[in-house]
């Protein structure tokens, strides 16, 4: 038996000799060999076409990783240029601008509060007279800085603008220096109605003083340290020896305050604090 060439379709006029070649199968069969010769060639072109895309790809990474490398080392060496070229700026204190006052459209009522001085009677203002623990806990308006009528009780209460200068340089002698008035007196923490309050709640009246009738303000005097621990606690002015040893024990046991301060930096202060004690 000779070679049959499949593609050139020889083998179908063997298959089909004796048979009805008009049939659908026998034209399918024929071109046979012509659809496998195309696609043969369309593969293998489609392998060369995608084997040159791939080559194209990579030439392109290559040389765009080339140009950004460039680019990079062009950038590096303009800033290092600029840097010599800039001149050296000396350096200035900057100054703290003055911050825009927010305007309060809702005041609360408050009364100014004045430290206790020590003085003679005919001396003392009335607007000055110190007020007693009832009076201040009855009291609606709060504790200020000075005596504002407001218009909301759910207002905020108007404080003294605190303008923080430049601290100068203080001797060491100077540090242990105890100051009578300062530019941010120390405050009991919550304000003077939580002052108040402690008052009331921890003195415990001497059974001697009750038992003898025995009331009036005894006048203190202490130290708040930079800490705000409370030392060199005294009685400036005494009702009783009982009553002033209560109103010591009080003050001694009091937490620490928020310290006073001047110049921006917190100092020891003197203070004053009368204790009323009143029977009921």
């Known amino acids: 038996m000779s070679k049959i060439d499949l593609i050139s379709g020889e083998w179908t006029d063997i298959v089909f000799a004796d048979r009805n070649q008009a049939y659908g199968a026998y034209a399918l069969r024929k071109s046979t060999g012509r659809r496998n010769v195309v696609a043969i060639v369309a593969v ?6 995608c084997q040159i895309g791939l080559t194209l790809k990579n030439i392109a990474d290559e040389a765009a990783a080339k140009r950004a490398a460039m680019n990079q080392v062009t950038e590096l060496s303009a800033l290092t240029q600029q840097k010599k070229k800039e001149p050296k700026v000396e350096r200035k204190q900057l100054v703290k601008q003055e911050e825009v006052q927010k305007v309060v459209e809702k005041v609360k009522s408050s009364v100014k509060f004045t430290a206790p001085v020590i003085k003679k009677d005919d001396e003392v203002k009335p607007e000055d007279e110190l007020k007693s623990q009832d009076e201040i806990m009855k009291s609606s308006a709060a504790i200020g800085s ?25 001797p060491k002698e100077e540090e242990n220096k105890v100051f009578d008035v300062v530019e941010q007196m120390p405050s009991y923490p919550g304000g003077m109605g939580a002052l108040m309050q402690y008052l009331n709640k921890n003195i415990h009246y001497p059974v001697i003083a009750e038992e003898n009738g025995i009331q009036g303000r005894v ?11 409370i030392t060199d606690v005294r009685v400036a002015k005494s009702v009783d020896p009982s009553l002033d040893k209560e109103a010591m024990r009080v003050i001694k046991s009091m937490p620490h305050w928020i310290p006073g301060k001047q110049n921006g930096s917190a100092v020891r202060v003197k203070y004053t604090l009368p204790v009323t004690f009143r029977l009921q």
């Open 44 to 49: 293998i072109l489609l392998a060369i076409a």
């Open 146 to 170: 000075f005596d504002v009528v407001g218009n909301d009780e759910s207002g905020e209460v108007l404080k003294a603008k605190e303008v923080i200068a430049q601290e100068p340089v203080k």
């Open 219 to 229: 006048i203190c005097t202490f130290v708040v340290e930079r800490d705000g621990s």
